[in-house]
């Protein structure tokens, strides 16, 4: 279970100061998928980053399984599977072996490595490209890596930055059904994303974030009904107050 | 496995694979350097052994003016030629190396028992015509002493009244301390290659990382950020090491195959040994320093922009000894560079290091390295480390 409590953030700019984040609050139950929807700029990567300890938070705190991510960082760690926004992969290793290094600073034995890597390839489909060098490979190839890279160590919670950017429909499609997958396993997943149907499609939460302020949260049930939109579009856009960011 | 230790072998292992950096960096300083270094040592040998001993060539203006000096000169293994039309000129050109000029006087200042007038035209900044100008300013003063005497024995006096003084030299160089003069650029090449040898590695495995968006999710793990900077530090310490054993090695076959050098250098194992403790703390200096840098530069090619100036460093103790030689004194150990610079002269010329020498050589370098390493550790704590790209 993954806890934001009125979290907020600024950052020293030559223009001045900005504040990206200013009071953030929710909660991401067990066996759910949360989504956290937003135009661009709208602080989601920011709070992200202070869920997984990257950044502290100027103000507020945050929670995984009960662990401060202030003082527990590294506890707190432990418990989360990381997609960042940067998905980086070491190109002159194989896609095996960049699975493998992150499993070893998770402190796992080979054998369990081994044996994650190929739960996590057959979920993913990534078989083909598993003993391949990371040099050359797509969008698609290496955000699966990314996150067979994220999800080796077996987390309970998995924090996933806009995961389908730069993907194709079918990659897309094989996503969704990968984090249902997570979800039927009893994870905490959150999922950030800008566009509106795919936060639809796929979470049982949504988190309204515009401005760096929660401006709607629940079901997307619950959402049309506080809203009164019929249409779950129509609510995001009432919720942000604009439509910038709905079709980027 | 410790995480220090896995980053470590991921990041030696990403390098390996990169086999032309690789190849660049391992062959072609530390192989191709010494051969080269050794090389032009040998041509410079050459060409001072040559003009030692061949017959010298020296144009003469107004040689009928004197023609028993002339014909003195001839005995000594010296080729008189006609003086060139423009002396001054032939000298600045560098078409001549040294011309002698005997004055229109000179016969007649001669039997006057004057001293009689010869100039000699050179360059004092022309390095390679100070043998030559050496050589005919010894011969002259010979020729000058010799007649000298024999004036004072025709008027009855011993030659030994006009020599009050008699100074004689007794060289204490060592073969050893020569070869020091002569490889001069030897603890340069050396603390430059422990000092960078590792810099790719480091700028690459820092800011080349964060460029390729790598760093954030490694980050995430729960490796601490410190242990992270350190299996890094570490790899690239391994590369500049063995990148300084390959320095020494090349230069120990250098030897092995050119020891008509006329040089002698301890290039034993037990030497090569101790010049590699001996670097071993600015390898860690250079790593940490690196790292610093590297950590707190936006991209790699700010942190690259560094290199020229760091190449400057260990340069900087050579010059400022050219121009204000000093005596080895015990605070030199704890002065970076400097400490090298002495310590590698001392071990190749077989000099002994005494045992505080060594105290406060090795506890200053590890100590700095330490500092180095603890304030690159606090940039890796920096938030914007893994943000700004």
């Known amino acids: ?248 | 496995m410790n995480p220090l230790f896995v980053v470590m072998v991921k990041e030696l292992t990403d390098l390996l694979r990169d086999r032309r950096t690789l190849m660049v960096s391992l062959l072609m300083g530390p192989l191709l350097m010494p051969a080269l270094i050794l090389g032009i040592g040998y041509l410079a040998n050459n060409r001072i052994t040559s003009q030692l001993e061949k017959p010298l060539e020296v144009p003469v203006i107004g040689a009928s003016n004197a023609p028993n000096l002339i014909a003195w000169l001839q005995g000594q293994n010296i080729v008189v030629k006609p003086a060139p039309k423009d002396p001054d000129a032939a000298i600045r050109n560098q078409s001549q190396d040294v011309i002698l000029r005997i004055d229109a006087k000179f016969a007649e200042q001669w039997h006057a028992s004057l001293p009689a007038s010869v100039e000699i035209l050179h360059d004092s900044s022309r390095e390679d015509a100070q043998i030559p100008v050496q050589r005919l300013e010894t011969l002259l003063e010979n020729y000058g002493q010799g007649v000298g005497a024999l004036r004072l024995v025709a008027r009855g006096i011993s030659p030994t009244t006009a020599a009050p003084l008699r100074v004689s030299h007794r060289d204490l160089a060592t073969p050893e301390s020569r070869v020091g003069q002569a490889l001069a650029f030897l603890p340069y090449l050396l603390i430059l290659t422990g000092f960078l040898g590792g810099a790719y590695l480091v700028i690459d495995a820092t800011a080349g990382e964060r460029e390729r968006q790598s760093l954030e999710p490694l980050l995430a793990t729960p490796a601490a950020r410190a242990t992270i900077m350190s299996g890094k530090i570490a790899a690239a310490c391994a590369f500049g090491v063995t990148s300084l054993l390959l320095t020494l090695i090349a230069f120990k076959l250098s030897f092995v195959f050119a020891p008509s050098l006329g040089i002698k250098l301890d290039v034993s194992l037990w030497a090569i040994a101790r010049i590699l403790l001996v670097m071993l703390p600015i390898v860690l200096i250079g790593t940490c320093l690196l790292t610093f840098i590297a950590a707190g530069a936006k991209s790699v090619k700010e942190a690259q922009s560094y290199m020229s100036l760091l190449m400057l460093l260990p340069m900087l103790p050579t010059i400022i000894l050219m121009v204000n030689p000093v005596k080895n004194q015990l605070w030199m150990m704890a002065t970076p560079f400097l400490a090298q610079n002495q310590m590698i002269l001392k071990l190749v010329r077989s000099e002994n290091i005494s045992s505080s020498e060594w105290g406060v050589y090795l506890l200053a370098g590890f100590g700095l390295g330490a500092l180095l390493w603890w304030l690159a550790a606090r940039r890796y704590h920096d938030e914007s480390l893994a943000i700004s790209a």
């Open chain 1, 1 to 248: 279970m993954i806890e934001a409590i009125d979290l907020h953030k600024s950052f020293q700019s030559k223009t001045g100061l900005v504040k990206a984040v200013q009071g953030v609050s929710f909660t991401a139950r067990d066996g759910e998928i949360t989504g956290l929807l937003g135009p661009n700029g709208a602080g989601k990567t920011t709070t992200l980053r202070m869920l997984y300890t990257l950044m502290s938070p100027d103000a507020g705190s945050v929670r995984i399984d009960g662990f401060d991510a202030v003082r527990d960082a590294e506890t707190v760690r432990r418990h989360l599977g990381v997609l960042p926004d940067a998905r980086g992969v070491y190109k002159r290793l194989t896609a095996r072996e960049n699975i493998a290094y992150f499993g070893r600073l998770h402190g796992m034995s080979e054998a369990d490595i081994a044996r994650r890597t190929n739960e996590l390839s057959a979920a993913m489909g990534m078989e083909d490209v598993l003993d391949r060098r990371a040099e050359g490979f797509s969008q698609g190839q290496r955000t699966k890596t990314a996150i067979a890279r994220a999800l080796v160590h077996d987390p309970k919670n998995v924090i996933l930055d806009e995961p389908t950017n730069g993907l194709d429909v079918m990659t897309t499609r094989g996503l969704r059904e990968f984090l249902h997958q997570l979800r039927g396993e009893g994870r905490c997943v959150i999922f950030s994303s800008h566009i509106m149907q795919e936060v639809a499609a796929l979470c049982d939460r949504i988190v309204v974030i515009a401005q760096g302020r929660v401006m709607a949260a629940g079901t997307p049930d619950e959402l049309r009904a506080h809203t009164g939109e019929a249409n779950l579009e129509d609510a995001f856009v009432k919720a942000i107050g604009s439509e910038e960011g709905l079709h980027a």
